[in-house]
């Protein structure tokens, strides 16, 4: 089993790794999947593609955003081994942290099935040794669908995640949305995070 980059997929494996980034995510949650070949995309391969993550580094951070993480099934530690090989990755290419958005199970007019997937979704993070970190109205804008995001990270040091506060957490804030999403620091979207977070 290793980690292989897209780009050195022959084209009938990558469609494999397509399908399988396209089944784990609805439609208004994704980009095409030419775009993430823009960002360094991953796919784990057991024999044939079994797991795709999409990274992309936060400028000169030392810092890297997961931007999509899906495994090929469920429940069947595919997932768990995903995490395993792109955090190595990720700490072996020099990076410090990873960090990512979460959907959050406390938004309003959602669906009990989906909250409990959102809170599973965040239970599988925690358990790899992920932080949520403690920021509010975080809301990237995301193609039509704006919605709040929780944040989540991890260091890559090889220790555990020590908690993530104050101008650490900004910088991680600002960072996300600047290199992530196109918005720098004086935009009011990010401004309103960082005040409301306290992290003014
Ligand atoms: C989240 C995900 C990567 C976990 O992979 P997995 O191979 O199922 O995980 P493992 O078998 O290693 O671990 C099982 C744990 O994963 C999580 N999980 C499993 N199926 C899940 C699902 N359908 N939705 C959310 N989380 C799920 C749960 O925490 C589960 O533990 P539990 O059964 O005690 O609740 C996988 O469910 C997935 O690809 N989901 C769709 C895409 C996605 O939501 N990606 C994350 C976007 S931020």
């Not at 104050?166 to 979207?189: F, I, S, T």
Request: glycine fraction near 8%.
């Amino acid at each position: 089993m290793k980690l292989v980059d897209a780009g050195e997929l022959a084209p009938e494996v990558l469609e494999r790794a397509r399908a399988i980034y396209e089944a784990g995510f609805p439609p208004h949650l994704r980009s095409s999947f030419d775009n993430l070949l823009r960002d360094h995309t991953a796919v784990l391969v057991d024999g044939e593609p079994i797991a795709v993550a999409v990274l992309r580094p936060l400028a000169d951070t030392g810092w890297v955003f997961l931007r999509y993480f899906v495994a090929g099934s469920r429940g069947q530690g595919v997932g768990t081994l995903l995490w395993q090989h792109v955090t190595r990755a990720m700490g072996e290419a020099g990076h410090t942290r990873m960090v990512y958005d979460v959907e959050d199970p406390a938004e309003r007019s959602v669906d009990p099935d989906e909250v409990s997937v959102r809170k599973r979704r965040i239970g599988f993070y925690l358990r790899q040794g992920a932080r949520l970190l403690p920021v509010r109205e975080f809301v990237p804008p995301q193609g039509e669908v704006v919605q709040p995001m929780l944040l989540m990270a991890v260091d890559l040091g090889g220790g555990p995640t020590a908690p993530i506060v104050d101008a650490d957490l900004r910088a991680v804030v600002e960072a996300v949305y600047e290199h992530r999403y196109g918005l720098v620091a004086d935009d009011p979207v990010v401004w309103r995070t960082i005040e409301v977070s306290g992290l003014a």
